[in-house]
Structure formats: C-alpha cells, structure tokens
C-alpha cells in the first residue's frame, strides 16, 4: 500500500513537497516514482529513483526544479518541487516498480491513490 501526502494549492514559483509512505516491507527492491495526470490526459513521468537510492531520472519539464528522493530505513519517498509553474497542476501519484526503473508507467506495480497539486498564476 502506498499514501501520497503534501500536495496542496500554492501560487507560481512557490514550492511543495510530496512524500509517499510504503508499507511494503521489501521497498528497497523496488525503483521508486512519481507520475501525474489531469483530466483527459494520460499519466505523464515526472521523476524515478532507483532501488539503491543512488540514480535518479526526471523528465525534461521538471528537471532542475524537482528533486526526488528515498529513505529505505522509512519506507518513504519524497519529491521536492521548486519554483512551481501553473502547468505542474496536476493529480500526483507515487508508484513503485520491481528492480530496475523506467519511465513506463505500465511496468509498474504498485500505485498510490494520488494527491492533487494546484498551482496558479
């Protein structure tokens, strides 16, 4: 099971945080990430971290502005987003992946239930 917190309502180039919370005992197995999605688009990568903690890839639109990262000890994950942009608006959603990450959102196992994200301008 997998519970994303954080999000919120903030204005452009303001910030928030993200965690997501595993009970999932063999979490460190498993490659770590974070997708979005708003109404009557497909879910679209954001970040991914590997099982070991020590690769991260994001995608083009939030690189330099977001930074994922994990706690194994935890069970947790977390995305810090910066300097926010209205176009970040969207539904978050922390998923998990056996072994080896990727961007495919198909190859993941396990989801969260979400957490909205609003940003205006």
């Known amino acids: 099971q997998l519970v994303e917190s954080g999000g919120g309502s903030v204005q452009a180039g303001e910030s928030l945080r993200l965690s997501c919370a595993a009970s999932?005992?063999?979490?460190?197995?498993?490659?770590a990430a974070w997708f979005r999605q708003t109404p009557g688009k497909e879910r679209e990568f954001v970040a991914v971290?590997?099982?070991?903690?020590?690769?991260?890839d994001y995608a083009d639109s939030v690189k330099g502005r977001f930074m994922i990262s994990r706690d194994n000890v935890k069970n947790t994950m977390t995305l810090v987003m910066n300097n926010l942009e209205p176009e970040d608006t969207a539904n978050y959603f922390c998923?998990?992946?056996?072994?080896?990450?990727?961007?495919?959102?198909?190859?993941?196992?396990?989801w969260g239930q979400g957490t909205q994200v609003t940003v205006s301008s």
């Open positions: 998923a998990l992946k056996y072994y080896k990450e990727s961007r495919n959102d198909r190859e993941y196992d396990f």
């Open positions: 999932e005992r063999t979490f460190s197995s498993y490659a």
């Open positions: 971290i590997s099982w070991t903690g020590d690769k991260a």
